[in-house]
């Protein structure tokens, strides 16, 4: 019996071996740093995947990769290929130096790459471009929101119900996050306009947080700010919106704005949140990918870089508008203005605002009053 | 004025769990035995707590979840049930450490990375949470806007009485509890002997390994308790963190020398710079001032060395703190 136990060992690893063979995933994900269920990116891109993988009968499958580095990442896009992966897909600007590797590596892989364009930059100390190349091979789709005309939206809806006292906190000052807020800015500044606000008359509150977790100093800052007189706050900051809630839910009277996906689950007091539509945008993007006929091919070209906006439907507010508490922001004037968004009659600037630059300056601003908090 | 009041209220949110956690540290380590778990059974306790909230808050209606008399019982469940799992999690720490003489420091740091990883793991495999890591709570009426006649009090009530969790009082109980058990009771002078010199203790007959234990589990009890009313005050879900409250605890527990009410004091201490450091902006006296945000970042840290260069005793902590009970050794 003892002379056997290699030989049973080894015929259950080849068959162990063969097994996994046998099961090949054509369309895989790797999750960004957070979990697969984190109600935001990577659950919103799975929710895609998951979506058109089920009705086209394509299997499918998402990878853990063991750290956030690049290297990992690599080693996670290596792994899904070589377990049959055919399209993958990637949430997050992190992966821009790893899909710009793996290109080249795997031609015959379709990649879409959300929030990124692949790129092998290389900074100094302080954070300055010093070097490499932005690249997008014919084999990458590479996918950016609209979020400024989201965060837009957002300032919109929040003066047009009668708020007139706002915040913002993001997590950290990358361009997604920066798009959120500068969107905020000018959304308020362009309702203010709309209802004939007196100048300096909306003030708002804007700080980055150095973070994407909840934690009780964010609590304490939000409640800071509630009792200060902010009525509502727009969090772009991922989970650290829960702390923020937490603020509001302990004032009456004080409400918050979602982020990337609808929140309304987590607190009443969320009257809506600037989402972007990811398991839309990537069930259409795997769509262009799979069936030559597409309706949206015109949209999703490989090799470049795409902007989803409100034309497509990439953004947007959930379609709740009950939760606005002065019930003055309706499904109406919603529609208007989106569709003002989808024409481009109301431009909304996503340009990166120098630091040196105020808010009043870069903007015009007349009737919205920023007060950064660095 | 009204700022007085915010800041102060908001620095109880932070005290409170500090205090509670920092105490039960300090049953452990009068002991004799390092407890840097307690960051890891924070966690654990206050995964089942909120676990046992969510539960009955899934089968309450509307009326019941917004009234706040009966949202307290609910709050108390949840603590008893977040005490008895940190209590029970820490009968590892206590077994490893007491009865396998492991190192501590290690075996509490595998504490610390098992507890996250295991809430996780049993948050996914359930339906109950939908398979998410997250577990939702409505505490929004487990806050208490104004308590009955005693909020009419003068100062005293604005910031005692008014907004306050009903953990808050839990809190001052249990530090009255500790203070009188540790110095008042037979228990708690055999408890500190065994941390200061545990064979003459147990030539006055007294069981070093029970006084261990039983340390040790107090600790747990505490510390499951501070975690939970640390995500229950200052969140909406418990997500897997505690955000290094549990190491903040110790160095309270630290800074207070091993001793009850100096734990209490450093708690505030912590709290109310804690506080400055976040809640600056929003209190127009401070916001005007125009300081660079690094500034109030720094006052917790600058406040701390300050206060210990001055105030620094011998600051010794228990004699055999971390030490192998070795009954042989004389």
Redesign the interface.
């Known amino acids: 019996m003892k002379r056997l136990l290699p030989l049973i060992a080894l015929t259950f690893t080849i068959l162990i071996t063969l097994g996994c063979r046998a099961q090949k995933y054509e369309i895989a994900m790797i999750t960004d740093v957070g979990t697969i269920d984190d109600k935001s990116f990577n659950q919103g891109t799975w929710e895609g995947v998951q979506r058109y993988g089920k009705e086209h009968n394509i299997s499918h499958k998402y990878y853990k990769p063991q750290s956030k580095s690049t290297e990992d990442y690599i080693k996670t896009i290596d792994l899904a290929v070589k377990g049959g992966a055919k399209v993958v897909v990637t949430p997050g600007y992190l992966f821009e130096p790893a899909i710009y590797v793996v290109q080249d590596k795997y031609p015959d892989v379709k990649f879409i790459l959300i929030d990124g364009a692949p790129n092998n930059f290389t900074y100094d100390e302080s954070g300055n471009l010093v070097g490499g190349e932005e690249r997008i091979e014919d084999n990458v789709y590479s996918l950016f929101y609209a979020e400024e005309q989201s965060g837009f939206l957002a300032g919109y809806a929040a003066v047009k119900d009668g708020f007139r006292n706002l915040g913002f906190m993001g997590g950290m000052a990358v361009p997604a996050v920066v798009r959120f807020g500068h969107g905020f800015v000018q959304g308020a500044e362009y309702a203010a306009k709309e209802l004939g606000l007196d100048n300096g008359a909306i003030t708002l509150k804007y700080h980055y947080l150095g973070n994407f977790e909840p934690t009780p100093e964010t609590q304490t800052m939000a409640a800071s700010w509630y009792a200060g007189g902010v009525e509502a706050i727009f969090v772009a900051a991922g989970g650290a919106g829960s702390s923020v809630m937490k603020a509001a839910e302990a004032t009456e009277n004080k409400y918050v704005i979602g982020v990337d996906v609808d929140q309304s689950g987590e607190s009443d007091t969320v009257i809506t949140s600037a989402i972007k539509m990811l398991a839309t945008s990537v069930y259409q993007c795997l769509d262009v990918i799979y069936n030559d006929d597409s309706q949206y091919k015109n949209v999703y070209k490989a090799g470049q870089k795409m902007t989803l906006d409100a034309s497509i439907d990439g953004v947007g507010l959930p379609s709740d508008f009950s939760r606005f508490p002065n019930k003055q922001f309706t499904k109406q004037q919603y529609d208007t203005i989106f569709m003002k968004l989808k024409d481009k009659e109301v431009p909304v600037s996503k340009d990166m605002k120098p630091d040196n630059v105020t808010f009043e300056e870069f903007f015009n601003l007349e009737k919205v009053q920023v007060t950064v908090i660095s | 004025m ?2 007085l009041y ?1 800041l102060l209220q ?1 620095t109880l ?2 005290a409170i769990p500090l205090l509670i956690v920092a105490l039960g540290g300090m049953f452990s380590e009068r002991s004799g035995i390092v407890n840097i778990a307690l960051e890891g059974i924070m966690l654990f306790g206050a995964f089942f707590g909120l676990l046992m909230v969510k539960y009955i808050q899934d089968m309450q209606g509307k009326e019941v979840l917004d009234n706040v008399s009966r949202q307290q019982l609910v709050l108390i469940v949840g603590l008893i049930i977040a005490s008895l799992a940190g209590g029970i999690f820490s009968l590892l720490h206590a077994y490893a450490s007491i009865n396998m003489k492991a190192n501590q420091v290690i075996s509490g740091t595998a504490l610390n990375l098992f507890a996250p990883a295991l809430s ?1 793991f049993i948050a ?1 495999s359930i339906p109950f949470t ?5 577990v ?1 709570f409505r ?2 009426a487990f ?1 208490i806007k104004k308590v009955p006649v005693l909020g009419d009090i003068p100062f005293l009530g604005n910031i005692l009485f008014q ?1 306050v969790f009903i953990t808050t009082f839990i809190g001052f109980l249990i530090l009255i509890l500790c203070y009188i058990i540790i110095y008042k009771t037979k228990f708690g002078l055999r408890l500190r002997a065994c941390g200061e010199h545990p064979q003459a203790a147990a030539s006055a007959g007294v069981s070093v390994m029970k006084m261990r234990y039983l340390g040790v589990i107090i600790s747990g009890v505490l510390a499951g308790c501070g975690g939970y009313v ?1 995500i229950v ?5 418990y ?1 897997a ?1 505690v ?1 290094g ?1 549990g190491f903040l605890a110790l160095a309270v527990l630290i800074f207070g020398e091993w001793k009850p009410v100096r734990i209490f004091f450093a708690s505030l201490f912590f709290g109310l710079m ?2 400055l ?8 006296f401070l ?1 005007n001032l125009k300081l ?2 690094e500034f109030y970042r720094m006052i917790p840290f600058v406040a701390t060395l300050i206060v210990l260069s001055v105030s620094a005793h011998k600051g010794e902590g228990p004699r055999a703190l971390g030490e192998i009970y070795d009954p042989g050794k004389r």
């Open positions: 009204d700022n915010f908001q949110y932070f996780i996914r939908n398979y998410t890591q997250q939702n505490g929004k806050l907004q640390f005050t200052t969140s909406t879900q997500n963190t955000s409250y804690k506080t450091a976040s809640a600056y902006s929003g209190i127009p916001a660079p945000s």
